[in-house]
């Protein structure tokens, strides 16, 4: 089992920056991956980014890339999400993930993560505009 904790959420305005952080305990060297998730009121749950835990190699979607940047420090057992030029459609409750799990779509030649083995309870990030 793996657990995870998220921290850092609140309430900024829009361009504004804001860091997550996800504190992961238990068996944590199972993990090949972690990510960030996000679901925003009346629509289904999307992937943000993902890292994988020992080569830090990232992957984000369009939606968020070049703004956000996914990192990780081995020793803390920790991902952070760095969050910059926020927008009001940023708003959602954002999750961390333990192995996202996905789809390699050759017809767009991108990953389409859609679940993960853990999760964590999540935390609100509002963007007003």
């Known amino acids: 089992q793996v657990q995870l904790v998220e921290s850092g959420g609140g309430l900024v305005q829009a361009g504004d920056s804001l860091r997550l952080s996800c504190a992961a305990s238990?068996?944590?060297?199972?993990?090949?991956?972690m990510g960030w998730f996000r679901q925003a009121p009346g629509k289904e749950r999307e992937f943000v980014a993902r890292?994988?835990?020992?080569?830090?190699?990232?992957y984000y979607a369009d939606s968020v890339k070049g703004r956000f940047t996914i990192s990780r420090d081995n020793a803390k057992n920790t991902m952070y999400l760095q969050m910059n030029s926020l927008k009001p459609e940023d708003t959602a409750i954002y999750y961390c993930?333990?192995?996202?799990?996905?789809?390699?779509?050759?017809?767009?030649?991108?990953?389409?993560?859609?679940?993960?083995?853990?999760w964590g309870q999540g935390t609100q990030v509002t963007v007003s505009s």
């Open positions: 890292i994988t835990w020992s080569s830090g190699i990232t």
């Open positions: 238990g068996r944590t060297f199972k993990m090949n991956a």
């Open positions: 993930a333990a192995d996202p799990v996905g789809t390699y779509l050759y017809s767009s030649g991108k990953y389409y993560y859609t679940d993960a083995r853990y």
